[in-house]
């Protein structure tokens, strides 16, 4: 249905003004809204990306990396990031498209509507003026009929009197009612232009300029409530663009969510932390009544009771010796900040060989520390991992072992690309004189070579380590297919082979810090040697405190022997550096262990200086 502001609301300019300004209040009012929603989901997507920023794995944790649920939880914290990215590209389109955009076309709606107004204004003002023309002509058109009205009754009385004096009277109200009906009748000629251009006026208004200025007016209220429109339309498509998005963002975390596999996981962990090595077998009974029956010499007691101590470190896992504990690795990884340009370097390896000259030379106090510095100095050399893994427990070996092999692959396949490319560049240049010297070439292809043989010889190495400890493996399943069961309660001929099986096995020479060695020589001598340290180590008073010192940078001791520490800490110094980089400390009378000295401020009592300078081992 058609209408016509114009023709039917003629009358009704100042409700038009005010409907009008309502509607303009209404639309800043929508844009105040559009702008705080903008503002909540802006603030939503930024809190959705800090809490996936906040609990994404970090980079450092390869754990994370190897197990589903890690990888689950990790996509659907990216997807989440993806979400809130959306969310503000929502945000932003509602901002330059909607906010933006009425907040400028309502400065224009103001401005059209002020004109609209003022236009009306101006034509009521004519027509009001028009009015009072033509009341004031038609006033004084009365006026001037009524005053001929009362002259020409004033002349008609004079007519009737007979006297000369009274003639003459008449003959001057006629004149007098004469001028005033000529008055009268200009009054109205007035009256009647007046009342004629008050008619144009009023067709005109309300036909001509009314109309059209009510139009426009209605047209621009059409196009205000249209935009009102269009910016609803515009967010909800902005917004249903966002959702197949998001939807897709949650099917991510949906099938995220259902790739964790438990299974895989648990056999992940097997493959991570798994040894190779057998379990312990059964305990042989040992009979000391023998030693009852018998008389024995203090040589061959001592011989026994050094065989039982070697017997008795095989059951590490389950009985640990009150005794100073094992020295630390070479190398630590101090907590992180050996990397780090504020962590010093650690100082330099005494020589063992000189220790054992000042040994001879030393007191009964200053041989017991001697003793113990240069059975640490021993583990430091036995300890050090060397490159063939051997250190490592088999399957542990074998894995990096592989990831060994795995990476000088993928160096040879670089150096060859290399290689090959540089090879076609001598050939472009032997070709194109001009484009380059072939021979500026050589030195590079020739680093490119030893490269490559560098990396074969090592590659091959490492393949050969890897072959033997796949054979080892083999003849170990092999062996293990072939024994007693482990449930067995009957002991049977290849069960007591297998316990002398198991005293050759890798199990039997893995020591409670988890270090493993295939060198029998080195390994018995060393433990020879142990021993022997051992008797004199084993029931001595604890060393008293020499000193005192302050860690200067945090450390984790994440071998046995070594102390963690924290920047700040407070701890007793009971053996002070022997040359090799290893501070022995005390914390609260119950923990012990190593430090790297240059990770420590260490204060020494006066009383104890001349002491330390007497049994320091030059």
């Known amino acids: 249905m058609d209408c016509n502001w114009g023709t039917e609301l003629w009358d009704q300019f100042d409700n038009l003004e005010k409907y009008t300004s309502w509607g303009i209040d209404f639309l800043e009012r929508y844009t105040k809204f559009v702008k705080e929603r903008a503002d909540l989901e802006l603030n939503y997507a930024k809190q959705i990306r800090s809490l996936s920023k906040k609990y994404h794995p970090k ?3 390869e754990d994370e990396s190897r197990y589903t649920w890690c990888l689950g939880f990790a996509v659907t914290l990216q997807q989440l990031n993806d979400v809130a990215v959306q969310r503000e590209e929502f945000v932003e389109h509602l901002n330059t498209q ?8 309502i400065q224009d709606l103001k401005a059209e509507r002020k004109s609209h107004f003022q236009d009306g204004r101006r034509a009521q003002q004519h027509i009001e003026s028009s009015w009072k023309q033509l009341e004031s002509s038609k006033r004084r058109f009365e006026r001037d009929c009524k005053e001929a009205e009362r002259a020409q009754h004033a002349s008609d009385r004079i007519d009737i009197d007979k006297t000369e004096g009274e003639k003459r009277c008449s003959m001057k109200v006629r004149q007098t009612a004469q001028q005033k009906r000529q008055s009268a009748e200009a009054s109205r000629k007035d009256y009647v232009a007046s009342l004629n251009q008050f008619n144009q006026d009023q067709r005109q208004h309300y036909h001509t300029l009314v109309p059209v200025i009510y139009q426009r007016i209605q047209d621009m209220e059409e196009r205000r409530i249209e935009r009102i429109s269009d910016a609803m339309r515009s967010s909800t498509e902005a917004e249903k663009k966002v959702l197949p998005v998001v939807s897709h963002s949650l099917d991510a975390m949906m099938h995220a969510a259902e790739s964790i596999q438990p299974r895989m996981d648990t056999r992940q962990v097997v493959e991570v ?12 009974f040992e009979d000391y009544s023998a030693t009852m029956r018998r008389s024995i010499s203090e040589s061959s007691y001592l011989d026994n009771r050094t065989e039982g101590r070697r017997q008795s470190k095989k059951l590490w896992p389950f009985i640990r010796k009150n005794k100073p504990p094992p020295p630390p690795p070479t190398s630590p990884s101090p907590g992180g900040l050996a990397n780090s340009p504020q962590s010093p370097p650690l100082a330099s390896k005494e020589p063992i060989t000189q220790r054992l000259n000042d040994l001879m030379n030393s007191s009964s106090r200053t041989r017991k520390q001697c003793l113990r510095s240069l ?3 021993l583990s430091l050399k036995l300890g050090s991992g060397p490159a063939d ?5 088999p ?6 072992l592989q990831t060994r092999i795995n990476s000088i692959n993928e160096e040879i396949q670089r150096e060859r690309e290399q290689r090959d490319a540089l090879l076609k560049l001598r050939e472009v240049y032997k070709q194109s004189p001009q484009m380059g010297d072939a021979n500026s070439l050589d030195p590079r292809l020739e680093e490119v070579k030893q490269n490559l043989q560098r ?4 590659l091959r190495r490492n393949q050969a380590w890897l072959s033997e400890v796949n054979s080892r493996l083999a003849d170990h399943s092999r062996r293990q297919s072939g024994s007693c069961g482990i449930n067995s309660q009957v002991t049977t001929p290849g069960c007591s082979n297998l316990k002398q099986m198991d005293n050759r096995s890798p199990a039997s020479r893995e020591s409670p810090d988890g270090s493993y060695t295939e060198d029998h020589s080195a390994e018995l001598h060393f433990k020879s040697r142990s021993s022997e340290f051992d008797d004199d180590l084993e029931d001595e008073d604890p060393l008293p405190s020499i000193g005192t010192c302050k860690s200067l940078y945090p450390f984790q001791g994440q071998n046995e022997g070594t102390l963690s520490m924290v920047e700040g800490e407070l701890l007793s110094v009971v053996e002070e550096d022997k040359g090799d980089g290893w501070t022995r400390v005390r914390r609260n009378l119950e923990e012990e262990g190593y430090v790297p000295t240059s990770y420590i401020k260490v204060f020494l009592d006066s009383s104890a200086k001349g002491f330390v300078q007497s049994s320091r081992l030059v």
């Open 59 to 61: 980079r450092s944790r």
């Open 98 to 105: 909607i906010v933006f955009e009425l907040t400028r076309y």
């Open 273 to 284: 932390y798994k040894s190779g090595f057998d379990p312990p077998g059964d305990v042989e």
């Open 375 to 377: 059975k640490r100095g």
């Open 389 to 393: 893994c051997s250190h490592l427990p």
């Open 395 to 400: 399957e542990q070996r074998c894995k990096k």
């Open 455 to 458: 990396l074969e010889d090592e």
